[in-house]
């Protein structure tokens, strides 16, 4: 019989779990799941040699372990250091991570434009969350921001070097899925950037992943860029007979139309099953697809905006008190606006509305 393995006892922010031995610490909070699991914008689960590059994933060592108790005098990064038995961890419930973390976002935006209203990231950029959770109101920043040559990566991706930062998780994926890796960090210090040094074109098989890892929106899709805002989408889980990849997609709809077609995500943002070139930019219709149904979506995105899944709409209780009769609490916004017709029930459209639902009187808002 194989010989048992001993758990580690671990207790992050005052919660204590068990875990394998050689667990980091960031995978031992995201266990624990919630706030108490730090942000991490470069470590990435499935790319090997990812992390310890951005240092938003940093955490205190109160106890570094049962036989050595002593705390670790530095802040340490939770993504690349692993837990001991016995470890004490601090990430929520301490003032100097907090204090930590709020330096190193802004650093990060030091150089990072805040363009987010035109950048196509917007809605699902972890630097956009961080920003609201950590950033500050101004920057102390008096230089000039930083700005490169533009490189033309090909058909399929657009590269924003202003906003990209340096996480290298986007070298990891053509390193690690693609046959050959035509691009990488170029230069040092401030004036390192990504590019493919001799123009060369982001085409080969798989590459199109380095859009769904990147955590800003240095890389974006050429065939969606500025079409649509992604909370205005509809993201559905689908799946197609790929001979390459898995094939299991999430189509972002808007009415029927696909705007676009990303890897799906899991609860930390990383990509379950890496798609091909074909499923991601030439698989645009829904005929394509064998739709399975809508993507579970936290209701904390910006993108479940108008699109739960499981909704219990609450009780309505104004109606009751009012013997039945439907509360027309201020005015009847029809008698005064001819926007939206009468019998179109909006809360009964499912997703954003779009012009389709407008047409003639079959259309599932009818009330
Ligand atoms: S382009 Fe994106 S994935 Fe690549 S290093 Fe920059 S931020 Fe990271
Ligand atoms: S996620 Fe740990 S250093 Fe970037």
Not at 89 to 94: D, E, G, L, P, Q
Not at 182 to 204: C, F, M, P, Q, W
């Amino acid at each position: 019989m194989a010989d048992e393995i001993k758990l580690f006892k671990v207790t992050i922010d005052n919660i204590t779990i068990e875990v394998e031995p050689g667990t980091t610490i960031l995978n031992a909070a995201r266990k624990i799941g919630g706030d108490v699991a730090p942000p991490a914008m470069c470590y990435y689960t499935k790319l090997k040699g990812s992390g310890g590059k951005c240092r938003t994933c940093l955490v205190e060592v109160a106890a570094g372990s049962a036989a050595d108790p002593r705390p670790m005098p530095k802040l340490v990064a939770s993504c690349r250091t692993t837990i001991m038995d016995g470890m004490i961890v601090k990430n929520i419930t301490s003032d100097r991570v907090i204090d930590a973390r709020n330096g190193v976002v802004e650093f990060l935006l030091l150089n990072h434009p805040l363009d987010c209203p035109i950048c196509d990231q917007a809605g699902e950029c972890h630097l956009q969350d961080l920003s609201y959770e950590h950033g500050k109101e101004g920057t102390r920043y008096e230089f000039n921001r930083r700005t490169f040559e533009k490189h033309d990566l090909g058909p399929y991706i657009q590269l924003h070097m202003t906003r990209c930062i340096l996480c290298y998780r986007c070298v990891y994926t053509a390193d690690q899925l693609t046959n050959k890796r035509v691009h990488g960090v170029l230069d040092r210090g401030d004036h390192s950037e990504i590019a493919t040094y001799i123009e060369k074109s982001l085409d080969n098989d798989f590459i199109g992943n380095v859009i769904d890892v990147c955590p800003v929106g240095a890389l974006t899709d050429k065939t969606f860029r500025f079409k649509n805002r992604v909370w205005f989408t509809k993201p559905v889980d689908a799946h197609c007979g790929c001979d390459k990849c898995s094939g299991k997609a999430t189509l972002w709809l808007r009415g029927d139309e696909v705007f676009r077609v990303t890897a799906r995500k899991d609860q930390w943002g990383e990509v379950e099953d890496w798609i091909c070139n074909t499923c991601r930019f030439e698989r645009k219709k829904t005929s394509d697809w064998i739709i399975e149904g809508p993507t579970k979506v936290s209701r904390h995105s910006v993108i479940s905006q108008g699109h739960y899944v499981g909704l219990k709409m609450p009780n309505e209780t104004i109606e009751k008190v009012m013997d039945g009769r439907k509360p027309k609490l201020l005015m009847d916004i029809h008698d005064i606006s001819e926007v939206n017709e009468r019998d179109i029930d909006l809360s009964l459209i499912q997703g954003p509305a779009h012009s389709d639902d407008f047409k003639g009187n079959n259309s599932p808002g009818t009330a």
